[in-house]
T-cell receptor, first 114, second 110 residues
Framework: DTGVSQDPRHKITKRGQNVTFRCDPI?????LYWYRQTLGQGPEFLTY????????KSRLLSDRFSAERPKGSFSTLEIQRTEQGDSAMYLC????????????FGPGTRLTVL | GQNIDQPTEMTATEGAIVQINCTYQ??????LFWYQQHAGEAPTFLSY????GLEEKGRFSSFLSRSKGYSYLLLKELQMKDSASYLC???????????FGKGTMLLVSP
């Protein structure tokens, strides 16, 4: 357990529905990241927050994806009008911004779109 | 663009030594990380290199050559629990996001 938690752990939804995932980072970490990982691939960067500011978004991120970190603590990732291609593991990570600034990953939310 | 290459799979025997290579071509460089990921679990941090040379951490060592765009992870005294995917990741700008390779699946057999 790295101290990063994600909820839910699993989500099954029908195509066209909206889904929202939550990430609670390590409490003293000001940086938070969202990644997507499919089978046999490494994590793919989606977006990054420093405190409540969203500083970077992947060019691959569809307009159907939106993320927030309203108070600089937990974050939510919403996917609107889900498609089967959205099926993946969604990983959240946090880091302190000091030292190595290594990222600590949560257990992920596995999304299946039927 | 970013390009990170690792072998897809490797096999080794318990007690042996294995070296997992990673080559990268990125627009900038601000550190290279190795993560371990067991099936169905989150990646966990193993090592970090930002300067050329070898970093040793118990049974794990990581090497970096910035001029060659090359790193390796060396695992000694392999144990069955080392069977996992090993991810090479480059931090290519600022102090923030990582670009990951596809990972190398290591299978340790008795």
């Amino acid at each position: 357990d790295t101290g990063v938690s994600q909820d839910p752990r699993h989500k099954i939804t029908k195509r066209g529905q909206n889904v929202t995932f939550r990430c609670d980072p390590i409490s003293e970490h000001n940086r938070l990241y969202w990644y997507r990982q499919t089978l046999g691939q490494g994590p793919e960067f989606l977006t990054y927050f420093q405190n409540e500011a969203q500083l970077e978004k992947s060019r691959l991120l569809s307009d159907r994806f939106s993320a927030e970190r309203p108070k600089g603590s937990f974050s939510t990732l919403e996917i609107q009008r889900t498609e089967q291609g959205d099926s993946a593991m969604y990983l959240c990570a946090s880091s302190s911004g000091v030292g190595y600034n290594e990222q600590f990953f949560g257990p992920g939310t596995r999304l299946t779109v039927l | 663009g970013q390009n990170i290459d690792q072998p897809t799979e490797m096999t080794a025997t318990e007690g042996a030594i294995v070296q997992i290579n990673c080559t990268y071509q990125t627009s900038g460089f601000n550190g290279l990380f190795w993560y371990q990921q067991h099936a169905g679990e989150a990646p966990t941090f193993l090592s970090y290199n930002v300067l050329d040379g070898l970093e040793e951490k118990g049974r794990f060592s990581s090497f970096l050559s910035r001029s060659k765009g090359y790193s390796y992870l060396l695992l000694k005294e392999l144990q069955m629990k080392d069977s996992a995917s090993y991810l090479c990741a480059v931090r290519d700008k600022g102090y923030s996001t990582l670009t990951f390779g596809k990972g190398t699946m290591l299978l340790v057999s008795p």
